[in-house]
Nanobody, 117 residues
Framework: QVQLVESGGGLVQAGGSLRLSCAAS????????MGWFRQAPGKEREFVAA??????YYADSVVGRFTVSGDIAKNTVYLQTNSLKPEDTAVYYC????????????WGRGTQVTVSS
């Protein structure tokens, strides 16, 4: 199994920034991608960003504001969030997937991001 631990969440004013971190441990040798998702109260969980060894992916809502970085081989991923908006308020989850055609199957417990207006 893969264990994931997120950190870096908090309370920030609109326009501010936070840097989220995620560290994976356990059976990480087959990790293909690491990603970030978020879930706001009363809403479904949604994709935010992901990184593989040679590419990055973003949801349209965060392009130009969020940057995903990290090292798959070192089992770490970061999410730099800039120009935060109140609608970015959510629990942010880190996740991993093991192959191109698979789903994200291992999840962390999440870190709360709250953006005040």
């Amino acid at each position: 199994q893969v264990q994931l631990v997120e950190s870096g969440g908090g309370l920030v004013q609109a326009g501010g920034s936070l840097r989220l971190s995620c560290a994976a441990s356990g059976r990480t040798f087959s990790t293909y991608a690491m990603g970030w998702f978020r879930q706001a109260p009363g809403k479904e969980r949604e994709f935010v960003a992901a990184i593989t060894s040679d590419n990055t992916y973003y949801a349209d809502s965060v392009v130009g504001r969020f940057t995903v970085s990290g090292d798959i081989a070192k089992n770490t991923v970061y999410l730099q969030t800039n120009s935060l908006k109140p609608e970015d308020t959510a629990v942010y989850y880190c996740a991993t997937k093991e192959g191109v055609g698979t789903n994200f199957g291992s999840w962390g417990r999440g870190t709360q991001v709250t953006v005040s207006s």
